[in-house]
């Protein structure tokens, strides 16, 4: 089993600037001529660790780490104004230009995976290569799945829990009334939808992992954004249209593409990573048979460190 690569430390930081208030957080590190790889994080809203700059030889490849808007160490925090999809896009490829990068290789997962598959549609002849992790294709059946249809059937208790602090009347989605919940002027009312939120998606994402943590007990300002954030992304369908991202893989066929999925992901079920193989035969598809939804275990770090060296002879 190959191990995360040692900690290091960036040799650059600085802040990005934007067409609006938004200051977005990039760092680099490893080798300033190396491969260049940016790592698009997952969310909307959750931000870059130092960790994430260990799934990559640090002698081989120039990693950059991004914030994307209000997220992490980028500023305003939680800023929703200017703050979309194309947004962000428009972020990656204005920071490839001021770092006079020719090509890099995309490294996402979950919402970061999305991100990588618009922005390769958007701007192929820019990337090197993608290595995809936790698919997200952002379409209503995956949000179906999550709060509606699917996932509550697995863990109906903390389906309950989320249902028992939204408005009870009315016909509106469980999305709708948390956005009634979090828009509200009642401060008590929102923090309660946060928590029953948070709860719910580390539940989801944890699984039986999640019962060890005891779940979130105190909301900070902080969260609070954070799950303004993530709804905002949701309400608006993730600013891209149904089926947007499976519609467009043929200007991904000449790129080469890594995707891997864990079997036991109940955040973003593996019917999503084989629809995107369905569109793109030739990519490498790598199904982890004990893993789930984050990139950690010994299983998905294997395959995350394996494929980062596997790449590095493929696009240089």
Not at 28 to 47: A, K, M, Q, R, W
Not at 83 to 89: E, G, S, V
Not at 107 to 119: D, H, I, R
Not at 279 to 302: F, N, R, T
């Amino acid at each position: 089993m190959k191990p995360l690569y040692p900690e290091i430390s960036p040799y650059n930081t600085f802040f990005l600037k934007t067409d609006s208030v938004h200051e977005v957080y990039v760092e680099e590190s490893g080798t300033p001529d190396g491969i260049p790889v940016i790592f698009l994080h997952g969310g909307p809203c959750s931000g870059t660790k130092p960790h994430h700059r260990c799934f990559f030889n640090p002698e081989k490849y120039r990693i950059i780490l991004m914030d994307q808007r209000g997220s992490g160490l980028s500023t305003p925090y939680g800023l929703l104004e200017n703050n979309t999809t194309q947004d962000l896009i428009n972020d990656i490829e204005i920071l490839r230009t001021q770092l006079k990068i020719k090509k890099w290789m995309l490294f996402g997962g979950s919402w970061g995976a999305t991100l990588s598959l618009l922005y390769a549609q958007q701007f192929p002849e820019f990337v090197s290569g993608m290595i995809l992790r936790g698919v997200f294709l952002a379409q209503q059946n995956d949000m179906d799945w999550f709060m509606s249809t699917g996932v509550a059937h697995i863990y109906p208790e903390a389906w309950q829990n989320l249902r028992d602090v939204l408005p009870k009347k009315g016909d509106d989605s469980i999305l709708e009334k948390l956005c009634i919940a979090i828009d509200s002027e009642d401060e008590l009312t929102q923090r309660r939808a946060a928590k029953a939120w948070m709860n719910w998606s580390g539940q989801v994402a944890l699984a039986d992992a999640y019962q060890e943590t005891g779940g979130i007990e105190h909301v900070t300002e902080k969260m609070l954004k954070q799950v303004k954030m993530e709804l905002h992304y949701a309400r608006h369908y993730y600013f891209i249209k149904e089926g947007q991202i499976l519609e467009n893989c043929e200007t991904l066929n000449n790129i080469p593409t890594i995707i891997i999925h864990g079997r036991y992901d109940l955040m973003c079920p593996i019917a999503g990573a084989k629809s995107l193989h369905d569109k793109l035969p030739e990519a490498q598809y790598i199904v982890l048979p004990h893993s789930g939804h984050l990139a950690s275990g010994e299983e998905m770090i294997d395959a995350l460190v394996a494929s980062t060296n596997n790449m590095m002879s493929i696009i240089q």
